[in-house]
């Protein structure tokens, strides 16, 4: 298995603009996490889904931050209009089943620099 | 409500001698507990993880971590450190909601 596949590695983009995520769990997960880690606030959940559902998306910062699952192996984190607070590496991880014992693998992140 | 706490923000050991990474938590249940080590530009990779078998949890890389319940921690440890061991590692705590420590980040010194 290629495990959690993400894209873009890296993305700069100018302020106001929309910046897409996008995240290929591992085949037969069925939960999926985003994650957003900065230096000052480190490792935030920001949304996860369980068999395509979003679950919990109380760690989404504001109206701006949008995410779907639309099938078992894609999931976006949307972002738009983008500001340069929103800079950080962006995580998604998926499980066999949340908080169940499994352990999460994680992506290799996609590093966002709004300018 | 749960927690966890990562007692060193930052643990510099030489080339060779042991490792101890601090992880206290607080739950309400019997949780399920992880270490993960994130190294440079790399995602994070789960090194062990801990869920009501055996309290003493060996990992990869020669890492192991005791969960005490009487003291609410899981430690890591490691006996013999390696210049591949420096990352940041974090620890996870997982009954309700995952919530993930703020890192220790394991200098190793040659």
């Known amino acids: 298995d290629a495990g959690v596949i993400q894209s873009p590695r890296h993305e700069v983009t100018e302020m106001g603009q929309e910046v897409t995520l996008r995240c290929k769990p591992i085949s037969g997960h069925n939960s999926l996490f985003w994650y957003r880690q900065t230096m000052m606030r480190g490792l935030e959940l920001l949304i996860y889904f369980n068999n395509n559902v979003p679950i919990d998306d109380s760690g989404m910062p504001e109206d701006r931050f949008s995410a779907k699952m639309p099938n078992a192996s894609f999931s976006t984190l949307k972002i738009q209009p983008s500001e340069p607070r929103d800079s950080a590496v962006y995580f998604c991880?998926?499980?066999?089943?949340?908080?169940?014992?499994?352990?999460?693998?994680f992506g290799s992140g996609t590093r966002l620099t709004v300018v | 409500a749960q927690s966890v706490t990562q007692l060193d923000s930052h643990v510099s050991v030489s080339e060779g001698t042991p490792v101890l990474l601090r992880c206290n938590y607080s739950s309400s249940y019997s949780p399920s507990l992880f270490w993960y080590v994130q190294h440079p530009n790399k995602g994070l990779q789960l090194l062990l993880k801990y869920t009501s078998a055996a309290t003493l949890v060996k990992g990869i890389n020669g890492f192991e971590a005791e969960f005490k319940k009487s003291e609410t921690s899981f430690h890591l440890t490691k006996p013999s450190a390696h210049m591949s061991d420096a990352a940041e590692y974090f620890c996870v705590v997982s009954d309700d909601k995952i919530i993930f420590g703020k890192g220790t980040r394991l200098h190793i010194l040659p």
């Open positions: 991880a998926s499980s066999f089943a949340y908080g169940e014992h499994y352990g999460y693998t």
